[in-house]
């Protein structure tokens, strides 16, 4: 069975603060997809970013960056230095090597306050 | 370019109706893909079409629930004799084709059923 778990259900902090959400992952198949989501008050999910399981390299984007790691099966989130505008809610998803359909996490709801 | 978009916005049915939503996803999207998500969940996997074909609709609750996508392009989402427990946001994504790529998603549909 596929499974995505992200154990933060609400993280709060204070702007400029920087703040990782979790996510560990289960699958058998040796090849797959993960995936992260925000999803703003406005509701709509905008992609942030593909991982692929045979790529371990870690990126970042900006204030953005992914840690990936096929040892702990844990694909985390990391936003340096958060702004007010970065609160959402992110999911973090998974897709196997069949299929196209996507395993969200039950998503973090992330406050940042001013 | 225009992203995924839905109709209608926000759907409220009385317990028992029939309703129909639709997706028009990304011009030259191949794969499309229905969602629902309860409210504070993540999404959850209804079906998905590849071009007209529907290649899996093993996430569809009951046979109330039917999806078409007859000519490739625009889906319709049917649930009938509809109850309570249909009462959730349904979104629905496109790519560009089913392996290796994100999955773009509309704003959703919000039903109620009273």
């Known amino acids: 069975a596929q499974k995505v778990t992200q154990a933060q259900t609400e993280i709060s902090v204070v702007e400029k603060e920087d703040v990782t959400l979790d996510c560990v992952y289960e699958?058998?198949?040796?090849?797959?997809?993960l995936f992260w989501y925000k999803q703003p008050p406005s509701g709509e999910l905008v992609f942030l970013i593909r991982?692929?399981?045979?790529?371990?390299q870690n990126e970042i984007s900006g204030r953005y960056s992914w840690n990936f790691q096929k040892s702990t099966s844990s694909f985390n989130f990391t936003i340096t230095a958060s702004q007010v505008v970065d609160s959402a809610v992110y999911f973090c998803?998974?897709?196997?090597?069949?299929?196209?359909?996507?395993?969200f996490g039950q998503g973090t709801e992330l406050s940042v306050k001013p | 370019g225009a992203g995924v978009s839905q109709s209608p916005r926000y759907k409220v049915a009385k317990r028992g109706q029939d309703v129909a939503l639709r997706c028009d996803p990304i011009?030259?999207?191949?794969?499309l893909f229905w969602y629902q998500q309860a409210l504070g969940q993540g999404p959850e996997f209804l079906t998905y079409?590849?071009?007209?074909?529907?290649?899996?609709k093993s996430g569809l609750p009951s046979d109330r629930f039917f999806a078409e996508r007859p000519e490739g392009s625009v889906s319709t989402l049917k649930i009938q004799r509809t109850q309570q427990e249909d009462s959730a946001v349904y979104l629905c994504?496109?790519?560009?084709?089913?392996?290796?790529?994100?999955?773009?998603f509309g704003p959703g549909t919000r039903l109620t059923v009273l």
């Open positions: 994504a496109s790519s560009l084709r089913l392996a290796y790529n994100e999955q773009f």
């Open positions: 699958t058998r198949d040796t090849t797959y997809y």
């Open positions: 991982r692929n399981s045979f790529d371990e």
């Open positions: 998803a998974l897709r196997g090597n069949q299929g196209g359909k996507l395993i």
């Open positions: 011009s030259g999207h191949v794969s």
């Open positions: 079409f590849q071009n007209e074909a529907q290649l899996d």
